[in-house]
């Protein structure tokens, strides 16, 4: 059977155009994304405002594109923090396995017990809102989702034949789990990375939209959305579009991975 | 006469599981000499695998060595931290797995894994590293050493994989390499490719050998003396030719027993009757006692001593008058 590859090129449309939407938005945007322009308020989309105009006549097009920065800033570092901690938390649990292996898992699960988005919450809470803080909380929250899925390939593969010659090749146990062990669990990690991008992305917008995440002036999706509510009776369009770019980047990096693990699962 | 390569004296290995302490090896003494290929045979769960294990320091955890020690080069084999094992194995002391698919790591070039040794234990360039490979390559009889070079093991095939992993095996010119039935999971002609391979290895590289098998054709073929383990313990010991015309224990009888071949065309196959005894069953007595032949009364409880005949020696009871007693 031939695997279904539309999933992946549909996802990796969805995140190549935003992606290039966020480089073009590093050199290039069509109005000055914080100009407001009071004569000019919540715009129909139209040739000059391809999106229209929010409640203070700002471009919304350039204010989508100055998000998209934002979004992708925050769900890559985020993902890089979950990602490294995981490893280390997942990798010597799993390679390691006994007493190691027991405290390095009962620190995940009782990382686990605290819904996402209420360590997320506290976290901004205790110290302040902000980017750093957001992305900081976000990464952390993502940590046990890695580390889970690290253990469970290196479990899987240390004991393999492959790990054993290498141990009679005489090498420590940092080089097998580097160089022999990673690159076989590369392809899980991608597919998580990819989910936890998008989770990440969400996340942030939900907290921006409770006005705990990123602050004006940095733009973001979540607080554009917020801003939209007031008028979403009179200008619908404003809302929807932030919805939909959104839904857009979420849904891209889910069919992403979804076309990733079936690719991974046929070559199994 | 030479010092041996290794020497293990007395050696218990005990299994700790949750039911109680269980003995896996006992009183396992042998020496390989330099230049010397010494095979183990016996059926499976006697324990010939742990045996090398032993020797290459990867005991599972819930095993220990409880008495006897193992000398390397003059070297306390079970003192030994982890990073001396590092320094040791590949480059010293190395091992060849039964299963040429599974001892390569699928994601990498079999450049990159056999020039691994290398990289570990030299100070070799990039460069000296691979046209070290590659003439270890061309003695282990591969061909196309460029293309091999970016290759990855599933482009190979079982006999290629093999070579593959010998080169790795002899590319650190280890005084002992350690092969656990390294032709079980090939075919007839490749597995007499490979054994062809071992010999002229021994040859090349003057390293002695500890050959794992259940296969008295490869033992005779290859080794000069042979271990006979059953159920933990080496119940006799000689040069291979010696023993396999005079075998002395009734178990090394039976197995030769149950070797087909063209004299015994159209009877049925002897086979020996039981199994080997589990870890939890075995007793004081005699392990082969059950399904011993010619077992005696004393067999039952007291395990018999070793006895030697020449450069042959053998732990059962039918010995006692005869023989050296130890």
């Known amino acids: 059977m031939r695997s279904n590859r539309l999933p992946l090129y549909i996802g990796l449309t969805f995140v190549g155009s935003l992606f290039v939407m966020m480089l073009i938005g590093v050199f290039y945007t069509p109005y000055d994304p914080n100009a407001m322009d009071a004569t000019n308020r919540l715009a129909l989309p139209s040739a000059t405002h391809l999106f229209g105009t929010d409640n203070f006549g700002r471009d919304i097009f350039s204010r989508v594109m100055e998000g998209t920065k934002t979004a992708f800033f925050i769900g890559t570092t985020a993902v890089s923090i979950g990602l490294f901690f995981g490893f280390l938390f997942g990798a010597f649990a799993g390679y390691f396995g006994g007493w190691i292996d027991e405290i390095l898992m009962r620190f995940i699960d009782a990382m686990l017990a605290f819904p996402g988005i209420l360590l997320a919450i506290m976290l901004v809470a205790v110290f302040e809102p902000g980017i750093k803080n957001t992305v900081i909380a976000l990464g952390v929250m993502s940590v046990p989702a890695f580390a889970r899925i690290i253990r469970s390939t290196f479990i899987q593969y240390k004991s393999y034949d492959f790990v054993k010659a290498s141990i009679a090749k005489g090498g420590s146990a940092l080089h097998i789990m580097l160089k022999h062990i990673l690159p076989n669990a590369l392809s899980p990690i991608f597919v998580a990375a990819s989910l936890s991008f998008s989770g990440s992305v969400l996340a942030e917008s939900g907290l921006s939209y409770l006005g705990l995440g990123v602050q004006p002036p940095d733009p973001s999706w979540g607080r554009m959305l917020k801003e939209a509510q007031p008028y979403i009776a009179t200008a619908p369009w404003y809302v929807v579009i932030v919805g939909v770019v959104i839904t857009v980047l979420v849904l891209g990096f889910n069919l992403l991975s979804d076309g990733m693990r079936d690719i991974h699962d046929k070559r199994v | ?326």
């Open chain 2, 1 to 326: 006469m030479n010092q041996a390569t290794l020497a293990v004296h007395e050696l218990d290995i005990t299994f700790h599981l949750p039911e109680g302490e269980f003995y896996a090896l006992q009183d396992i003494s042998f020496e390989i000499n330099p230049n010397e290929v010494v095979g183990i045979v016996g059926e499976s769960g006697c324990g010939k695998s742990l045996t090398a294990k032993a020797i290459m320091g990867t005991l599972p955890q819930n095993a220990s060595i409880t008495r006897g020690n193992m000398i390397f080069q003059n070297r306390q084999l079970h003192q030994m931290l982890d990073k001396d094992w590092q320094r040791l194995r590949g480059n010293e002391l190395t091992m060849i797995f039964q299963e040429p698919m599974t001892s390569l790591n699928p994601v990498l070039t079999i450049g990159k894994q056999v020039s691994e040794v290398l990289k570990r234990h030299t100070s070799l360039s990039k460069k000296e590293r691979k046209q070290q490979v590659m003439k270890t390559w061309k003695k282990v009889g591969l061909p196309r050493p460029e293309a091999l070079w970016k290759a990855y093991p599933h482009q190979l095939s079982g006999g290629m994989r093999q070579r593959v992993v010998i080169a790795m095996a002899v590319i650190g010119q280890p005084q002992l390499i350690i092969a656990d039935e390294p032709t079980t999971a090939l075919d007839v002609t490749t597995q007499a490719q490979i054994l062809s391979l071992f010999q002229s290895i021994k040859q090349n590289y003057n390293n002695a050998l500890l050959f794992i098998s259940h296969d008295w054709g490869v033992i005779r073929r290859i080794c000069d003396r042979v271990m006979v383990m059953y159920a933990g313990r080496i119940v006799e010991q000689g040069d291979v030719d010696k023993l396999m015309n005079e075998p002395k224990h009734p178990y090394t009888k039976s197995l030769l027993q149950a070797i087909p071949n063209a004299s015994k065309r159209g009877q049925r196959l002897y086979t020996i009757p039981g199994n080997v005894p589990s870890l939890q069953e075995r007793k004081t007595g005699c392990p082969f006692y059950e399904r011993c032949p010619l077992k005696m009364k004393q067999c039952e409880a007291v395990f018999p001593d070793t006895y030697t005949f020449a450069r042959q020696t053998v732990a059962c009871h039918l010995f006692a008058k005869e023989g050296d007693h130890h």
